[in-house]
T-cell receptor, first 112, second 111 residues
Framework: QKEVEQNSGPLSVPEGAIASLNCTYS??????FFWYRQYSGKSPELIMS????GDKEDGRFTAQLNKASQYVSLLIRDSQPSDSATYLCAVIRDTGFQKLVFGTGTRLLVSP | DVKVTQSSRYLVKRTGEKVFLECVQD?????MFWYRQDPGLGLRLIYF???????EKGDIPEGYSVSREKKERFSLILESASTNQTSMYLC??????????FGQGTRLTVV
C-alpha cells in the first residue's frame, strides 16, 4: 500500500465548475497535510496546508481533512483554465522526524 | 522572501562520474529534503536531514549519499552516476512540521 494515494487523472472540468481532488494516506500518525500545485516543468508550490479535522478555506480553494477516514481533499471553486496543473497531496508522517511524503499527483484539466 | 536555490538547472554527466547537486536555503529551516521526480512516479524521497550533520534515508536512497555540514546547505551526491539516475531532482526545506519550499529543480541527464 502506498503511503499517500491519489488518482492520477486527468480530471477534466469545464471552466467555472468545481474541481474535487482526493487523497488518502496510510499512516494514522500523520500530523500535517498539504496540497501543492505543479505546472509542467516547474517546481511544486504550496496552495493549502491543513492540520486539524474539518474544512479550511482560502479564496477559491477549500481543503478538507478527515483523520478518522485518513482522507484529505481539495475543492477548487469557479475553476479557471489557469488552474490546469498537477496537484500533489503531501503528508508529514509522525516517525519522530518530519518525513514529508508525496502522492503521485492528480492532473487537472480545465477547459474554456 | 523564501528562497531555496539549487546550483544547476540542467546537468549532463557521463556514466560512472561522481555528481554533486547543491542546495542552499536562506530561511534557517531545520529540515531539508532531496526528491527525484519521474513521470508517473511522483516525488520520491531520497534523503532528508533534520539538523546539521544529521540525515535519514528516504524511500530510494540506493546509489545516493548526502552531506549537511552547514544548516543552510544540503548536498546530494551520486557516487557513480548511472543512466537510471537520469531524472528531475528537487530540493526542499521546511521549518519542523510546516510546509516545504522547493528549489527550481535540476534536470540531470546521465549519458
Amino acid at each position: 500500500q502506498k503511503e499517500v494515494e491519489q488518482n492520477s487523472g486527468p480530471l477534466s472540468v469545464p471552466e467555472g465548475a468545481i474541481a474535487s481532488l482526493n487523497c488518502t494516506y496510510s499512516d494514522r500518525g500523520s500530523q500535517s497535510f498539504f496540497w501543492y500545485r505543479q505546472y509542467s516543468g516547474k517546481s511544486p508550490e504550496l496552495i493549502m496546508s491543513i492540520y486539524s479535522n474539518g474544512d479550511k478555506e482560502d479564496g477559491r480553494f477549500t481543503a478538507q481533512l478527515n483523520k478518522a477516514s485518513q482522507y484529505v481533499s481539495l475543492l477548487i471553486r469557479d475553476s479557471q483554465p489557469s488552474d490546469s496543473a498537477t496537484y500533489l497531496c503531501a503528508v508529514i508522517r509522525d516517525t519522530g522526524f518530519q518525513k514529508l511524503v508525496f502522492g503521485t499527483g492528480t492532473r487537472l484539466l480545465v477547459s474554456p | 522572501d523564501v528562497k531555496v536555490t539549487q546550483s544547476s538547472r540542467y546537468l549532463v554527466k557521463r556514466t560512472g562520474e561522481k555528481v554533486f547537486l547543491e542546495c542552499v536555503q536562506d530561511m534557517d529551516h531545520e529540515n531539508m529534503f532531496w526528491y527525484r521526480q519521474d513521470p508517473g512516479l511522483g516525488l520520491r524521497l531520497i534523503y532528508f536531514s533534520y539538523d546539521v550533520k544529521m540525515k535519514e534515508k528516504g524511500d530510494i536512497p540506493e546509489g545516493y549519499s548526502v552531506s549537511r555540514e552547514k544548516k543552510e546547505r544540503f548536498s546530494l551526491i551520486l557516487e557513480s552516476a548511472s543512466t537510471n539516475q537520469t531524472s528531475m531532482y528537487l530540493c526542499a526545506s521546511s521549518l519542523r512540521a510546516e510546509e516545504a519550499f522547493f528549489g527550481q529543480g535540476t534536470r540531470l541527464t546521465v549519458v
